[in-house]
DNA sequence: GAGCATGTGAGAACTGTTGTCGACTGCGGG
DNA sequence: CCCGCAGTCGACAACAGTTCTCACATGCTC
């Protein structure tokens, strides 16, 4: 059974004033700053059950980090700005349609896929944020 | 200067001879399994180089590990077997407009994406492999 | 409140990866 | 040829992120 803690708690409401996506590290080292006393380990735990009940959205970085942001229900996708961190959520049926098409066409079931746009945002780019370049 | 040394050569070649993805590690291994010599560092280090050089291609599991395949030069994405690593390039010129398309919508430049579709493929499906849950 | 399954957290362990550094070697120049 | 040396190798240590361990604490049910 699924108990009620304090610490899980905590680490779901820092999600309430987060934007974009942030790891279990940099969200202890916040709880930790505003003097919440919480271990590490809690907070990977609390993450994860959070990212399993549906409430975050996980993604991992190009060095391997896993990241974690308040998620809307629907399925969607993520446009996030390499220079910020900034993200929006975009929704595309085209690409939901091709995907699971493309899959069945070679005889794959039970298909699922994950798919990041990255760029530059807007903001960045006028305060003229450095460029990476990363095949897609 | 880039020199030709017999272990850059010989990690080339062993995804001439290999299906699908594969990790810095299972390389290394199949190499000491074979008898060649070389070292771990070696061949992350070929890896690497042999991505930049457009030779290999990389994306990450889920659990976060780095995986390498043979890979054509034209942009493309990956339908990957969750059971056997059997690995299809897919093309959709549609997904990729779609990608730039949204992107422009909200102001981004430099834009790169990430895109791959998992799956069982019809072969482990006939075998029965075990079906696994991930929202993309 | 008592009992106990569940959660906590400091620290150790693990995993994939990168850094270090003395030894080695491809390769262009002499 | 062989010299010189920048580029490379590889055993090993170091790192980063994550997970495990286990003694202790604490929600929940009764
Ligand atoms: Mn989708
Ligand atoms: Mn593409
Ligand atoms: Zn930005
Ligand atoms: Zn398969």
Same mark, same amino acid.
């Given at each position: 059974m699924i108990r009620n803690t304090r610490q899980r708690t905590a680490v779901n409401a820092v999600f309430d004033e987060l934007e974009g996506f942030h790891s279990a590290q940099e969200v202890h080292a916040r709880m930790r700053a505003a003097g919440d006393s919480i271990g590490l380990s809690t907070v990977y735990r609390a993450v994860q059950a959070l990212v399993e009940d549906g409430e975050l959205d996980s993604i991992r970085t190009d060095a391997g980090e896993a990241i974690y942001r308040r998620c809307s229900a629907r399925h969607h996708h993520h446009l996030v =700005?390499?220079? =910020?961190g900034r993200t929006e959520e975009v929704e595309g049926p085209t690409v939901e349609r091709w995907a699971d098409r493309v899959a069945a066409e070679h005889g794959f079931v039970d298909v699922t896929h994950s798919l990041e746009i990255f760029g530059t945002c807007a903001a960045c780019h006028r305060a003229g944020a450095p460029s990476a370049d990363r095949p897609g």
């Open positions: =700005c390499r220079a =910020c």
